[in-house]
Every structure is written in C-alpha cells, then in structure tokens.
C-alpha cells in the first residue's frame, strides 16, 4: 500500500445526526486540503484520523498501523501531528512548556532528548526566540505557529491541521504557507478550511466535503476547470436559484446557467468550489 492513510466504509454519527457513512479516502504525500464549509463534518474526520475520536463502523489504516487495535493506537499516536481546530494552549505556560508538555504526552521519556526535540520544533516554526515567554504574550500567529510546532514533536509523518489559517492576517498567512509547503515534503499534511485561498495557494490535493461527502477530489486547478463554461458577468439580477453575488464594479458574478446578458468569465478555484456546493451556497440559502 503507497498511502499513509487508508480509509474505507467509515461512518460517523452523533446520536440521531449522521455526519459521514461509507466514507472512503486514501492519503499519500503532499499537502491536502479538506474544504468544506462549517457543518460538513471536516472536524469529525479529522478528529477521527487523529484518534481522537471513535468511529462507529469502517476501517482505517494510519502508517501501516491500526487504530482501532489499543497498542497499535498508543503507537500511530505518537507519530501522528495533530492540531485541533482550538487547540488547547495553556496561557501561563511558557512557549517550550508548552511544548514540552505535549512532548511528554507523546513519551519522549528521556530529558534531554525532549529539550532537543523542543529546541528543534520550535526552531521549525521560527519561535527559538520566543521559548521563554509565556503563550498568553505571543501574538495570535506566534501562537499558531506553536501549535503546529507542538504537532512536530516527534517529526511525525501525518499532520492533521483543523483550520489552521483562522485568525492570520496576509503576513501570518504567507508565513505558514511557506511552513506547510516545505512539511508536506516527505509527509501527507491533512489541513481543513473553508477559505479557497489557502486552498489554490498550498495545496497538492484538494477534497471538497459537503455533508459528509466527497464531492470533489483533485487539483486546484482541475476544481476551477470544473466551473468552466458555467460562471458569467451580468449586469442584472439572476434568479434567486442561481449562485451568484455582487462584485465591486456593481456586475453580478454567476456560478451556473448563463443569464440572458450573461458573457464568460475565466473560473477560479472559488468557483469551482461554489459549483460542488450547489443547493447549499446559493443566494439566501
Ligand atoms: N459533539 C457533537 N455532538 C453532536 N453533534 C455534533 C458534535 N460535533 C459536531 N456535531 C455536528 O456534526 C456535524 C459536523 O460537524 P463538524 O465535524 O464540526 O463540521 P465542520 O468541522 O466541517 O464544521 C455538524 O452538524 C455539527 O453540528
Ligand atoms: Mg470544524
């Protein structure tokens, strides 16, 4: 098997509220966006991946190893990276503390192997300045970078990053894009969003999630090229089933049939995106 990650006939329900079943996925290197928009059951994936939460039925298989097996799981945790969507930094803590702490978690039992560890996934991030203060004084993207430094800890090779560009400006957001590039090298990076930026920016692959589907699997490219021919420039206002909204120069932007003075516009990754969600993103829903 080449994927790190296999997954097969995976269900997932919350009492009565069914987030997922019979979901299949296989994850091999590189940079993987999970877009969806909020409800699509992204965080329950995730959370499942991360085996930190327990699906009802299916199969998965993380690294060769098998969650479901208590002593395989106590293993894939330590070599699975996992940032949740609030991670649960601790504010008195200083920066390597914190670290250090998620290190122990993982049993990196002996000392000085932890402190380098420490030292080394901080320097990943760019925070070996900063392992000194406390995380209630680091700005919102330092903080984000020490969560992903804690993800580090043992250089594992699945990363699962649950909105991991919530709350960054530009500068902070091309930071960790220039980060996640460079750990999607020789890893699989597993990221969720429901922003197409990160996605057209960062990502080898992208699955588009909508109610506990896989609606869409493939480059951000080939997610643009799925709206092409179907998005246009109106100068009036389409039908209310039409996915459409208002651009700065006051024309209408339109995902799907041509309207009556509709003339084409080149599609982007938003649109394609837009194209899959259907009823859900139309105008009012
Ligand atoms: N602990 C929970 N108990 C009950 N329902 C939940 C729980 N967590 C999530 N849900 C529901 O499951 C669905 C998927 O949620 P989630 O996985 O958080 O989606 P996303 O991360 O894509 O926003 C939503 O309808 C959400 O309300
Ligand atoms: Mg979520």
């Known amino acids: 098997m080449n994927a ?8 997932k329900r919350y009492g009565s509220k069914k987030v997922f079943e019979g979901l299949d996925l296989e994850l091999g ?20 991946l991360a085996t930190a939460l327990t699906p009802d039925s299916g199969r998965t298989e993380i690294l060769g ?6 002593s395989q799981r106590t293993e894939l945790r330590k070599l699975i990276g996992y940032l949740p969507q ?17 290190a122990r978690l993982k049993e990196v039992t002996d000392r000085r ?41 043992g250089d594992p090779k699945f990363l699962i990053l649950d909105e991991p560009t919530v709350g960054l400006d530009p500068e902070q957001r091309m930071r960790f894009r220039t980060l ?10 597993l990221l969720s969003t429901h922003q ?5 920016a960062l990502c080898d692959r992208v699955i588009v999630f909508s109610e506990g589907k896989v609606v869409f699997d493939g480059t951000a490219p ?29 024309r209408y932007r339109v995902v799907g049939e041509r309207p009556p003075d509709g003339t084409p516009v080149a599609p982007t990754v938003e649109d394609g995106y837009l194209q899959f969600l259907g009823a859900g993103a139309r105008a009012g829903a």
């Open 196 to 200: 197409t930026e990160d996605i057209a």
């Open 65 to 70: 190893l098998d969650p479901t097996h208590w």
């Open 86 to 102: 609030n991670p649960g930094l601790y504010p008195h803590f200083t920066a390597a503390a914190m670290v250090d702490y998620i």
């Open 29 to 48: 290197e590189g940079v993987i966006g999970l877009l969806g928009p909020n409800g699509a059951g992204k965080t329950t994936l995730l959370r499942c």
């Open 222 to 250: 080939e997610l643009a090229d799925a709206a092409s021919g179907r998005v246009w420039a109106s100068g009036t206002q389409p039908a209310a089933a039409q996915v459409f909204w208002r651009t700065a120069d006051g």
């Open 4 to 11: 790190n990650v296999e997954v097969r006939e995976l269900c």
């Open 180 to 189: 996640t590039s460079r750990l999607g090298q020789g890893r699989t990076v």
């Open 113 to 153: 192997i932890r402190k380098g560890e420490v030292q080394r996934v901080l320097a990943e991030v760019d925070l070996a300045e900063a392992a000194g203060t406390r995380v209630r004084k680091l700005s919102g993207g330092m903080r984000q970078r020490l969560g992903i430094a804690q993800t580090l800890i």
